[in-house]
Each structure stands twice: as C-alpha cells, then as structure tokens.
C-alpha cells in the first residue's frame, strides 16, 4: 500500500527557511515521477516543484531559485528546501505521487495518484 507522509512544516518569519521531507512507503521510490503542491484557504492546488526519474527538476516561476526538490533514493524520502521564504508561501504543502516514469506535465496536479495529508507552512511578514 503507497504510503506518503509529509513533515517539517512550521511557522516562520519573511526570509526564513524550512526544508519539508515526504517519507515514502509501498513502491519502488527511484522509479516514478513526484511533485510538491500547495493550497492556502481559497485558492486552488498549485505546483510548486517537481522532479522525474532521471532527476530532472522543474519549479513554479514563483519559486525558481528560491525552492529546492530533491530525493534520496537510499531512505524513500522526497524533499522540499525552501529559502527566502515570503507570505504568499504560506499554503499547505502536500507531495504527491505519479506511479509512471513519464512525467509530461510535472505541475498537474490530475497527473498524480497518491496524495500526502499535507503539512502547514505559514510566513509571517
């Protein structure tokens, strides 16, 4: 049974950082295409970053050079640093898996089959 867990969330002030990780559970880590999503109160689930197979990564404008995903194929863990933090971070964070090594659209949240619950990410200015 896929099984994904995120943490690392918190409270943090503009500038700060938090590095998020998603442990992962019931498949073949290396294999299929992940992402890192977002949703704050009233707005839809964006992508935010987004890595394939090979590692090849792909980020929202918003937090191009800002934003790192990474993963560690050892421990099943995918990640999420974030540096220079600003309120309109603030969302909940989710990862989110993809069971295929084809990742066409890595921002799309309807390409994914397996959600996390989520974990808060709040900025304050």
């Known amino acids: 049974q896929v099984q994904l867990a995120e943490s690392g969330g918190g409270s943090v002030q503009t500038g700060g950082s938090l590095r998020l990780s998603c442990s992962t559970s019931?498949?073949?880590?290396?294999?299929?295409?992940m992402a890192w999503f977002r949703q704050a109160p009233g707005k839809e689930r964006e992508g935010v970053a987004g890595?394939?197979?090979?590692?090849?990564?792909t980020y929202a404008n918003s937090v191009k050079g800002r934003f790192t995903i990474s993963k560690d194929n050892v421990k099943n863990t995918l990640y999420l640093t974030m540096d220079i933090l600003r309120p309109e971070d603030s969302a909940r964070y989710y990862c989110?898996?993809?069971?295929?090594?084809?990742?066409?659209?890595?921002?799309?949240?309807?390409?994914?089959?397996?959600w996390g619950q989520g974990t808060q990410v709040t900025v304050s200015s």
């Open positions: 989110a898996l993809r069971l295929s090594n084809y990742c066409p659209r890595p921002m799309h949240p309807v390409d994914y089959n397996h």
């Open positions: 890595i394939d197979t090979d590692g090849t990564t």
């Open positions: 019931g498949y073949t880590f290396s294999t299929y295409c």
